[in-house]
């Protein structure tokens, strides 16, 4: 496959860059057998394709909001550009995988096989795939075209072939240009803009009476990969292409089931997720089965992921007994230290907080303690937000309580100011993530989410405040109330169920295992 793309011009424009340490990465696991590449996609390698393949979709196609009439079209192209990547992903895969062992059938030094398969990644992974970018971009935007003549067919019936915009156009549609011919013509099956690698062609409607249709030949017939008409079938490369047709022994399983497993988890998500905060969450989540060890499960409900569910390890320090020597303030009760307190549990709200929103996601996953020396510890420096990012994979940045006294030229927090701040950051439907300081003195890392009904609820995971738990007093209010008058920029709010979790922190969790 060396002259796979031999056509291909110089204009390349690639957006997306998969990296050196990208690439090694993604050599060690297959060197390492972290997976087997008969059976199985490398993730890394697939997600950068994928992503790539999106960003041209959108700068093509364009990005599409779910009124859009074509908004169906768009996620189908979306789904296709997943199946395209992956095969591809397992071509190279596999063709950097068959060097693995030398002549005599011993596996190669790892640095000695890396300098064998670097050629084939740099081919696949950042030649080829800014080419596959590049012409994805035109035939998004030739797919989008093709939908608007479908739909203006009534007034402008007929197509015309434009000559080509590139600087050194070829010769290979040249006899085509001028032609005229209806939109639902069958010559347009046979020929069309964009059938070759990066074709500067274009199509524009008309009211022009039709031409004869052009003698071809073997020199400007489609190549392999492009005969499709994206428009119609919303393939931005056919199933014709090298990587499907030419696929190594297990493809068709591999991809089939890591596209089935995308399909079944974006499904399941809500309607307040966006299609592409949708896919990358899909894209997280196998990376933390994989991280985990485990298989996600369907997406829990607030009461399936709440009741301390996520840290169920907690106990309070002090329980109802007649002898004990400490009296409840408020109650007049007789309270003893609870023999199975463990402190650990208490003090682990950071952990709390992100293990409720992927138990909502379908992760069956605990808080651990805290213990010196943790990276439960690192995050409770004021650092409870690192565990997320945006789906671009970009650190993810929350909204501080100081950022936005200073909007609004506050001094202090009041409890008004704080239900102020509240139903602000938190006005759309979702799981937001606060870390809040108290008056008492030190914070603490808890959950407030908005329902489809409006609803904004306090959800404590580290402790259950549920409904019937005699806790239901620790609501919003008592937020607000609670809080700190002064507070400081490692504390604030953030949406977390549209964001990505950092797998660099999936050791903060026990995971359940049936």
């Not at 089965?289 to 298989?295: H, M, P, S, V, Y």
């Not at 701040?421 to 890392?445: D, M, Q, T």
Request: charged share 30%.
């Amino acid at each position: 496959m060396d002259d796979l793309y031999r056509c291909r011009g110089k204009q390349a424009e690639s957006v997306f860059d998969f990296g050196p340490e990208a690439v090694k990465r993604s050599l060690k696991r297959i060197y390492e057998k972290d997976f087997h590449p008969m059976t199985d996609v490398e993730l890394e390698m697939f997600e950068a394709a994928w992503k790539t393949l999106n960003i041209a979709t959108d700068k093509g196609f364009g990005a599409r909001k779910p009124d859009d009439p074509d908004y169906d079209f768009y996620r189908e192209i979306r789904e296709n550009n997943a199946v395209f990547a992956a095969f591809k992903v397992h071509r190279a895969q596999n063709d950097m995988a068959a060097l693995l062992l030398d002549e005599n059938g011993n596996l190669r030094p790892f640095e000695q096989w890396m300098k064998l398969v670097m050629p084939i990644a740099d081919h696949q992974m950042v030649q080829w795939l800014r080419t596959e970018y590049d012409t994805a971009v035109i035939r998004a935007h030739q797919a989008a075209d093709w939908r608007q003549f479908e739909r203006e067919k009534d007034i402008l019936p007929n197509l015309k072939w434009m000559p080509s915009t590139s600087v050194h156009p070829g010769a290979d549609h040249r006899v085509f240009w001028g032609t005229i011919r209806p939109v639902d013509d069958p010559f347009w099956n046979e020929h069309k803009p964009g059938d070759r690698w990066n074709c500067k062609c274009t199509l524009s409607s008309t009211d022009e009476q039709p031409t004869p249709v052009p003698g071809s030949g073997p020199d400007n017939r489609p190549q392999p990969g492009l005969e499709n008409n994206p428009g119609k079938d919303a393939k931005l490369f056919s199933d014709s292409h090298p990587y499907r047709k030419e696929a190594h022994k297990g493809a068709e399983k591999a991809v089939d089931r890591l596209i089935g497993r995308i399909r079944e988890m974006i499904a399941e998500m809500p309607d307040n997720l966006t299609q592409e905060e949708k896919e990358a969450i899909a894209r997280n989540n196998l990376e933390m089965e994989k991280a985990l060890g485990i298989t996600k499960g369907r997406p829990m409900t607030v009461e399936q992921a709440d009741k301390q569910n996520a840290n169920p390890k907690h106990t309070e320090m002090y329980i109802p007994d007649p002898n004990g020597r400490y009296r409840d303030r408020l109650t007049g009760e007789r309270l003893g230290l609870n023999p199975d307190y463990d402190e650990r549990y208490s003090v682990n709200c950071q952990t709390c907080a992100p293990a409720y929103a992927l138990r909502l996601r379908g992760f069956d996953v605990t808080a651990k303690g805290k213990t010196d020396g943790s990276k439960l510890e690192y995050l409770s420096n004021g650092r409870a937000f690192e565990v997320w990012k945006n789906i671009d994979g970009t650190p993810a940045r929350h909204t501080s309580i100081n950022s936005w006294l200073i909007a609004k030229g506050y001094q202090k927090m009041t409890p008004r100011r704080y239900m102020e701040f509240f139903n602000e950051v938190c006005r759309e439907e979702g799981v937001y993530e606060l870390v809040i300081g108290w008056k008492r003195g030190s914070g603490h890392a808890t959950i407030l989410q908005r329902f489809a009904d409006g609803e904004l609820r306090y959800i404590e995971p580290q402790s259950d405040n549920s409904k019937g738990s005699g806790k239901e007093w620790k609501d919003v209010r008592y937020l607000c109330e609670s809080g700190a008058a002064n507070s400081h920029n490692c504390r604030g709010i953030m949406r977390i169920d549209n964001k990505l979790f950092n797998t660099d922190f999936i050791d903060i969790f026990d995971k359940q295992v049936d």
